[in-house]
Nanobody, 127 residues
Framework: QVQVVESGGGLVQPGGSLRLSCATSGFPLEYYVIGWFRQAPRKEREGVSCSSSMDGSTYYADSVKGRFTISRDNAKNTVYLQMNSLKPEDTSVYYC????????????????????WGKGTPVTVSS
C-alpha cells in the first residue's frame, strides 16, 4: 500500500525557517522523482522543488532558489524540504508527491505528472 505523509508545517515569522518531512512507503523511492508542491488559497498548485536519486538532479522554482533545499534519505524512504528566509508569500499548503523517473527532473516537477500524493501540511508565514 502506497503511503505519502507530510509533516513539519506550522506558523513561522517572516525570515524564519521550517523543515518539512515526507515519509513514504509502498514503492521504491530510489527509482522515483519526488518533490514538493504548494497551493495557496485561490491559486493553482505549483511545483516547488523535485529530486531524483537516479541521476542526482534537482529542480527548484525560481521563487525559492537560494532559500529552499530538498534532500532525501532513501534508506529511510524520507524526503525533506529545508525552508529558510521564509516570506509571507510562501504561505501555502505544502504537498509531497512522487512519480517514476522517466524524464528529466525539471520536466517532471509538475503537479500533472505526479502519481502519488500526500494530504499536505500547512505553512503560514506571518508576524
Amino acid at each position: 500500500q502506497v503511503q505519502v505523509v507530510e509533516s513539519g508545517g506550522g506558523l513561522v515569522q517572516p525570515g524564519g525557517s521550517l523543515r518539512l518531512s515526507c515519509a513514504t512507503s509502498g514503492f521504491p523511492l530510489e527509482y522515483y522523482v519526488i518533490g514538493w508542491f504548494r497551493q495557496a488559497p485561490r491559486k493553482e498548485r505549483e511545483g516547488v522543488s523535485c529530486s531524483s536519486s537516479m541521476d542526482g538532479s534537482t529542480y527548484y522554482a525560481d521563487s525559492v532558489k537560494g532559500r529552499f533545499t530538498i534532500s532525501r534519505d532513501n534508506a529511510k524512504n524520507t524526503v525533506y524540504l529545508q525552508m529558510n528566509s521564509l516570506k509571507p508569500e510562501d504561505t501555502s499548503v505544502y504537498y509531497c508527491a512522487a512519480v517514476l523517473h522517466t524524464q528529466p527532473v525539471q520536466a517532471m516537477c509538475s503537479p500533472s505528472k505526479m502519481n502519488y500524493w500526500g494530504k499536505g501540511t500547512p505553512v503560514t508565514v506571518s508576524s
